[in-house]
């Protein structure tokens, strides 16, 4: 199926890439797709480049007052062009780091399909050019986890990948109140559209390492990470409990959630008991024995929902092979 090219858009996320900007839109005009740029009030000559490309491409350059962060461009960006009535959103960032080739895969995948999100993999056989930060890889595998513990899936990786491609019908799913301002939206967005039913897909992308900086801040990211992951659980149970195919599944969490909090108190009162009142009695033995059998009755749990979960979405995720 063929869509509307003018339902397409480009956007991207300029933040202090004075040395990429040219470059990245440069390429982008031969997809012959509208390209929209966010400058998020830089400090540098980005936004003054930007007017000067204004003149020479057929782009829309959209100004923050104010530093807003990353996320927030992002969602401006999503409910502009959502009030535009497009249809689709290809998200690139302004630092030279992706490759045309990947956002052409995307265009192409979404012409070709019916797939709402569209999102990317670095980790794979060629997927890395250069030196990934260790903060980076590590943080990523973390993010990785998560995503997966929280949507009960191990077919997606990467969900701090910048490059994706997005329905605007996501629009009326963000939460103001939840959503990220700065880090952690790529994260967001994947989470959103998987609980919500996005029908999915992963390509495995290139991401170029060389000298631009980044202005991520681990432990924020990492919070953000968590707060995220205990929203969307409570989110995703709510939402299976009203369907049918998805109740069982739904039902399989909150034991999960029950038996992770009695298991969490009886390992803290145990914990009390040895390392403050000094002494080991019968109680202790009892709560010893109780702790490790909830511990195991939660793993058991956890794998059940998981598999559960992985099998109902087998027909809503796919990956590029």
């Given at each position: 199926m063929?869509?509307?090219k003018?339902?397409?858009?480009i956007?991207?996320?300029?933040?202090?890439v004075?040395n990429?900007?040219?470059?990245?839109i440069y390429?982008?005009?031969?997809?012959?797709l509208?390209?929209?740029?966010?400058?998020?009030?830089?400090?540098?000559?980005?936004?003054k480049?930007?007017k000067?490309l204004?003149?020479i491409?057929?782009?829309?350059v959209?100004?923050?007052?104010?530093?807003l962060?990353?996320?927030?461009?992002?969602?401006k960006l999503?409910s502009y062009?959502f009030?535009?009535?497009?249809?689709?959103?290809i998200?690139?960032?302004?630092d030279?780091?992706?490759l045309?080739?990947?956002?052409?895969?995307?265009?192409q995948?979404y012409?070709?399909?019916?797939?709402?999100?569209?999102?990317?993999?670095?980790?794979?056989?060629?997927?890395?050019?250069g030196?990934?930060?260790?903060k980076?890889?590590?943080?990523n595998?973390?993010?990785?986890?998560v995503?997966?513990?929280?949507?009960?899936?191990?077919?997606l990786?990467d969900p701090l990948?910048g490059?994706?491609?997005?329905?605007?019908?996501?629009?009326n799913?963000?939460?103001?109140k939840?959503?990220?301002?700065?880090?952690?939206?790529p994260?967001y967005?994947?989470?959103?559209?998987?609980?919500?039913?996005f029908?999915?897909?992963?390509?495995?992308?290139?991401v170029?390492?060389?000298?631009?900086?980044?202005?991520?801040?681990?432990?924020?990211?990492l919070l953000t990470?968590?707060?995220?992951?205990?929203?969307f659980?409570?989110q995703?149970?709510?939402a299976?409990?009203m369907?049918?195919?998805?109740?069982?599944?739904?039902f399989?969490?909150?034991?999960?959630l029950?038996?992770?909090?009695?298991?969490?108190?009886?390992?803290?009162?145990?914990t009390w008991s040895?390392f403050?009142e000094?002494?080991?009695?019968f109680t202790?033995?009892?709560?010893?024995?109780?702790?490790?059998?909830l511990f195991?009755?939660t793993?058991i749990?956890?794998?059940l929902?998981?598999?559960?979960?992985n099998?109902?979405?087998?027909?809503?995720i796919f990956?590029?092979e």
């Amino acid at each position: 199926m063929n869509k509307e090219k003018q339902r397409i858009a480009i956007g991207i996320l300029a933040y202090n890439v004075d040395n990429y900007i040219e470059k990245v839109i440069y390429e982008l005009i031969n997809l012959k797709l509208k390209i929209f740029v966010i400058n998020d009030a830089s400090i540098d000559s980005t936004g003054k480049k930007l007017k000067e490309l204004e003149n020479i491409y057929p782009i829309t350059v959209l100004e923050n007052e104010k530093n807003l962060g990353a996320g927030e461009s992002l969602k401006k960006l999503i409910s502009y062009l959502f009030d535009k009535n497009y249809e689709f959103l290809i998200k690139v960032d302004g630092d030279g780091q992706f490759l045309v080739k990947d956002v052409q895969k995307i265009l192409q995948i979404y012409n070709e399909n019916d797939y709402e999100y569209i999102k990317s993999n670095r980790f794979w056989k060629d997927g890395i050019i250069g030196k990934i930060p260790k903060k980076r890889f590590f943080g990523n595998l973390l993010a990785t986890l998560v995503m997966q513990f929280t949507l009960g899936t191990n077919k997606l990786y990467d969900p701090l990948n910048g490059l994706f491609g997005v329905s605007l019908k996501i629009h009326n799913f963000i939460n103001a109140k939840t959503y990220p301002k700065r880090y952690g939206y790529p994260f967001y967005i994947t989470l959103c559209c998987v609980i919500n039913n996005f029908k999915t897909f992963q390509i495995n992308n290139t991401v170029i390492y060389s000298e631009q900086k980044s202005n991520l801040n681990p432990i924020r990211v990492l919070l953000t990470i968590i707060r995220l992951c205990s929203n969307f659980y409570i989110q995703k149970i709510r939402a299976k409990k009203m369907i049918g195919k998805f109740q069982r599944s739904a039902f399989l969490d909150k034991l999960f959630l029950l038996s992770l909090l009695l298991t969490l108190i009886s390992f803290s009162t145990l914990t009390w008991s040895i390392f403050f009142e000094r002494f080991f009695l019968f109680t202790e033995l009892t709560n010893l024995t109780i702790t490790s059998f909830l511990f195991l009755f939660t793993g058991i749990i956890f794998v059940l929902a998981f598999k559960e979960e992985n099998g109902l979405r087998k027909n809503q995720i796919f990956n590029e092979e």
